[in-house]
Every structure is written in structure tokens, then in C-alpha cells.
């Protein structure tokens, strides 16, 4: 990997989920964002996991919701919590969308994919009325891509190829490996290349375009023009809206 880009989870073992304060308040607050009889849709990551944590306490208390997982491991979580879930087939639009991010700039603009969910999570938000966004402080960046690297889904049938021509947009890619060494599989079955742009991402709609018109490319982590509400957490437990 490369040097000052944060690692995603495939490259550490696993998603760690140690108590952070920041995740846990902005996922309290977007539990409160949501109202009997509502659809959700579910993001992925440990923000959301939190979220679901509060969400089930409000289940268990009579709340009446279902909500559309973005990947095995959410949809497996809720389950567990006893959150009633919905195939996006079964529904025409979600009321919100709840997830998390990597980062995200002063327009709301994001890198998602850490967890490998991206193409999903699009999927999911873009059938939303609105895309609730929970994250800590550490995920607010100027420029996006400095510190994260861009995930793009990519078919493995001829992801060199995919990876080569990815490379002519300014960046190096590398294969994600999950905990075992062994190339990432997505939940759709597919590859994930980790994109370095060193100098960021200073036109992130452009980008977006370019990468999904490479054959091959399923799809990419920048989420444009998609964020609504933003709950950014403090280590001190605190809560900022913006919106
Ligand atoms: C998964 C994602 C996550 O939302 C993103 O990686 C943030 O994860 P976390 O809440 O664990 O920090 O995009 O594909």
C-alpha cells in the first residue's frame, strides 16, 4: 500500500470495531432522524453497524421500520438485531438512506467503498428521497483522496486492463487483498482496485464519469451531489448537523 493513505479494511483484518465515541453519537443522532413506518435503506461500515445498535433499541421498543441492507455483513447484522429488511426489488423508494463515509469535503462530496460495499451503497442511495451521512471528524478532508485511496469495482474478467486504463486518469491502482492475501471478492462477486491519486481529487463529478465509462469498471467510491444531512461526531461525544 502506499505511504500516508489510510488502509481500508481489507488490509487489516477485518473492520475493527472498538468503541469510538465520534460513530457512536453521530449514530445516535441519525437514529433519531428516523420515523415509524419509514424504509430505510442501510449503508455498511462500523458507523452504520452503530447506527443499527441504536435503531434496534427502538425496534425492541415499538418501532415499526424495514430497512434494505447494501451488503451481506449489514444485512446479517440486522437480522441478528431483529430489524426487519425489504429486497430493493419490494419497494419503490426509501425514505433515507443511512451510511457512513471515508471521507467527505466542505460540498458534501465523498469517498465511499472502505468496506467494499460501494456499488450497492450507490444503489441504495440513489433510490433514497435522502442520503444521511454519519461520520467522526477525521473523516472531514479539503481534498478528497489525499489520505484515502479511490476504490473502483471492476469485473475480474480483464481487470489489468480495467487497472491500466484507470492508471492514464492519474493514478496507481492496486488489487485490494482482503485478511488471508487473497484477492477481495465483493458481495457481487467482483474485484476491487485501491486508486492513488497523490495530489487528490480536485474534480470529483468529472472523475466519476471518466472511471464508469472504462469497460470493465462496475462502478466508483465517489459519491457527487449525493449527501444530505451530515452528523459529524466529536471524540467528546458532541454533535454537529450540516446540512
Ligand atoms: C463501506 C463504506 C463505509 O461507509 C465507509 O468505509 C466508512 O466505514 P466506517 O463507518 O467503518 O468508518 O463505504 O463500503
Redesign the pocket.
Known amino acids: 500500500m502506499g505511504a500516508g493513505f489510510r488502509a481500508?479494511?481489507g488490509y487489516g483484518g477485518g473492520?475493527t470495531e472498538a468503541f469510538d465515541p465520534a460513530?457512536d453519537a453521530a449514530a445516535r443522532a441519525a437514529a433519531e432522524f428516523v420515523e415509524p413506518g419509514m424504509r430505510l435503506g442501510f449503508?455498511?461500515?462500523?458507523?452504520?453497524w452503530c447506527f443499527l445498535d441504536h435503531l434496534a433499541a427502538r425496534v425492541r421498543a415499538g418501532l415499526e421500520v424495514a430497512g434494505v441492507p447494501a451488503?451481506e455483513a449489514t444485512a446479517q447484522r440486522a437480522r441478528n438485531l431483529g430489524i426487519p429488511l425489504l429486497r430493493l426489488d419490494q419497494v419503490e423508494r426509501l425514505d433515507l438512506t443511512i451510511?457512513?463515509?471515508?471521507e467527505i469535503d466542505p460540498r458534501k462530496d465523498m469517498i465511499?467503498?472502505?468496506?467494499?460495499?460501494?456499488v450497492r451503497?450507490k444503489i441504495v442511495a440513489a433510490a433514497a428521497t435522502e442520503m444521511v451521512v454519519?461520520v467522526?471528524e477525521n473523516?472531514l478532508v479539503e481534498v478528497l483522496g489525499r489520505s484515502f485511496r479511490l476504490?473502483v469495482e471492476v469485473l475480474e474478467f480483464g481487470w489489468r486492463q480495467a487497472a491500466r486504463r484507470i492508471e492514464t486518469l492519474g493514478c496507481s491502482t492496486e488489487l485490494r487483498c482482503g485478511s488471508d492475501g487473497e484477492a477481495l471478492r465483493t458481495d457481487n462477486g467482483n474485484r476491487i482496485l485501491d486508486c492513488a491519486f497523490d495530489d487528490g481529487i480536485h474534480a470529483p463529478r468529472e472523475l466519476e464519469r471518466e472511471l464508469n465509462a472504462i469497460p470493465g469498471v462496475l462502478d466508483n467510491?465517489l459519491f457527487v451531489g449525493m449527501a444530505g444531512r451530515v452528523l459529524v461526531g466529536s471524540p467528546a461525544g458532541t454533535v454537529r448537523e450540516i446540512s
Open positions: 481500508p479494511y473492520m460513530k449503508g455498511s461500515g462500523t458507523t452504520l451488503s451510511d457512513g463515509a471515508d465511499k467503498g472502505g468496506g467494499a460495499a460501494l451503497e454519519m467522526g473523516k476504490p467510491g
